[in-house]
Every structure is written in structure tokens, then in C-alpha cells.
Nanobody, 129 residues
Framework: QVQLEESGGGLVQAGGSLRLSCKFS????????MGWFRQAPGKEREAIAA????????FSADSVKGRFTVSEDSHGGALFLQMNSLTPEDTGVYYC??????????????????????WGQGTQVTVSS
């Protein structure tokens, strides 16, 4: 089974950038939907962006469009989240997660958090004003 480990979080000033990494072990040989999520203090977990690995298609939330970009390591094994123009509202614990093979990852289903079975431990991002 795929295992996930996030890194790259930290403290940054508003307007700054961070790049998060999600290393995954195991071999997702099937079409696997993977993405990024975050949870701010006192709030529900929010889906940020997701797509099938190796597809080049990524769906993202309106709140991060134009600021956050998801990419993959060309050699496989890692997913990245480049975050630019950060604001204090972006503060939270960021997670990468994966669905089990066979779960849909389309325009309506990518953000269905309950479908994601495999989660990393999370990495803290704090944006100061």
C-alpha cells in the first residue's frame, strides 16, 4: 500500500512562498487520485487540489487558483505543492492524501475528502501578517 510523507512546511510572511513535498512509497501502478488538503485551526479539512498521477490534469479550489500549483517528480515518487502569494488565511496543517485505485478523480469527485483512504502525517504552514 502507498505510504505518504509530507515536508516543507514552516513559517513565512504574508506574500511569501513555500514548496511542500509529498514523498510516496509503494508503487501506485493503477490510476491513483492524489492531492493536497489543509486544515486551519477550528475549521474542517479543505481540499486544495488533486488529480490522477501522471495525467497532467489537476483540479483545484477557487481559493488557491492562480497561487498554488501542483506538480510531480518526473521520475515518480513525489508530489509537490508550490504556494505563492501566501496570506494568513492559508495557515494550517497541510496533508497529502491518496484514494485507493478505482476511485474517481473528476471535476466533481476530486474534492470528496471521504474517498481518500491514505493520508500523510501533515506539515504545518504558518503565514504571519
Amino acid at each position: 500500500q502507498v505510504q505518504l510523507e509530507e515536508s516543507g512546511g514552516g513559517l513565512v510572511q504574508a506574500g511569501g512562498s513555500l514548496r511542500l513535498s509529498c514523498k510516496f512509497s509503494g508503487d501506485p501502478t493503477s490510476r491513483v487520485c492524489m492531492g493536497w488538503f489543509r486544515q486551519a485551526p477550528g475549521k474542517e479539512r479543505e481540499a486544495i487540489a488533486a488529480g490522477y498521477l501522471n495525467s497532467g490534469v489537476v483540479f483545484s479550489a477557487d481559493s488557491v487558483k492562480g497561487r498554488f500549483t501542483v506538480s510531480e517528480d518526473s521520475h515518480g515518487g513525489a508530489l509537490f505543492l508550490q504556494m505563492n502569494s501566501l496570506t494568513p488565511e492559508d495557515t494550517g496543517v497541510y496533508y497529502c492524501a491518496a484514494k485507493l485505485p478505482g476511485f474517481a478523480c473528476g471535476s466533481q469527485s476530486w474534492s470528496r475528502i471521504s474517498d481518500y483512504e491514505i493520508w500523510g502525517q501533515g506539515t504545518q504552514v504558518t503565514v504571519s501578517s
